[in-house]
């Protein structure tokens, strides 16, 4: 099956920096989406990207379909974006999403 | 709007019980979906349903059950539960008509003793 490596997989921040994410995957893709998990194990949708560039925010994401690797960019770092951040990708069509292991980031003040 | 609820939040089980969690969504979303998380681990897909009476295996469907009788409810049921169906279970749902954003209940957290 398809292999999903996230790098790093923990990350300490001090408040305002910035931040890179990186999520690799072994085969071609439908679908690509980053999420969050929160401390208190709430999981929430940053961004749907299987290819190209998004911006929210403080957040952006670039996704490189071609040479299978996307990019998770955080910029001023707040001590409420720590938690796990999960890169997960379809290949099916029906969005059965395969999630790497995470990177776990914290933020320090 | 509630969005995704699960319920229940807690539960304890142990060895050869059996158990059903319910998965509730009020989005009108056609897709709903059965996940596991280990610690340390990503979320794992057990089943999945694209519609109404629909449902389909994901990668790690052995030992459970699921059903979707209304469009707006999703049952996963544990037939003999076993001590390596400790989990937090998450249930989430999705309308392809809208966009392909997976939307996430809070998580029931499963022990097997």
């Known amino acids: 099956g398809i292999q999903v490596e996230q790098s790093p997989p923990d990350l300490i921040l001090q408040e305002g920096a910035n931040s890179t994410l990186r999520c690799n995957f072994s085969d071609s893709v439908n679908n690509l989406q980053w999420f969050h998990q929160n401390p208190w194990g709430q999981l929430i949708n940053l961004f749907y990207i299987p290819s190209g560039t998004k911006q929210n925010g403080r957040l952006s994401a670039t996704t490189v379909a071609t040479e299978r690797y996307s990019l998770l960019y955080i910029s001023s770092s707040q001590t409420t974006d720590s938690g796990v951040y999960f890169c997960?990708?379809?290949?099916?069509?029906?969005?059965?999403?395969?999630f790497g292991t995470g990177t776990r980031l914290t933020v320090i003040p | 709007n509630a969005g995704v609820t699960q319920t229940p939040k807690f539960r304890v089980l142990k060895t050869g019980q059996s158990m059903t969690l319910l998965c509730a969504q009020d989005?009108?979303?056609?897709?709903m979906y059965w996940y596991r998380q280990d610690p340390g681990m990503g979320l794992r897909l057990i089943h999945y349903s694209v519609g109404e009476g629909t449902t389909a295996k994901g990668e790690v469907p052995d030992g459970y059950n699921v059903s979707r009788l209304k469009k707006q409810n999703f049952l996963l049921g544990l037939e003999s539960a076993a001590p390596s169906q400790t989990s937090v279970y998450f249930c989430?749902?999705?309308?392809?008509?809208?966009?392909?954003?997976?939307?996430f209940g809070p998580g029931t957290r499963l022990t097997v003793l």
């Open positions: 989430a749902s999705m309308s392809r008509r809208i966009t392909d954003t997976q939307y």
């Open positions: 997960a990708v379809d290949q099916t069509g029906a969005n059965n999403l395969f």
């Open positions: 989005m009108n979303h056609e897709y």
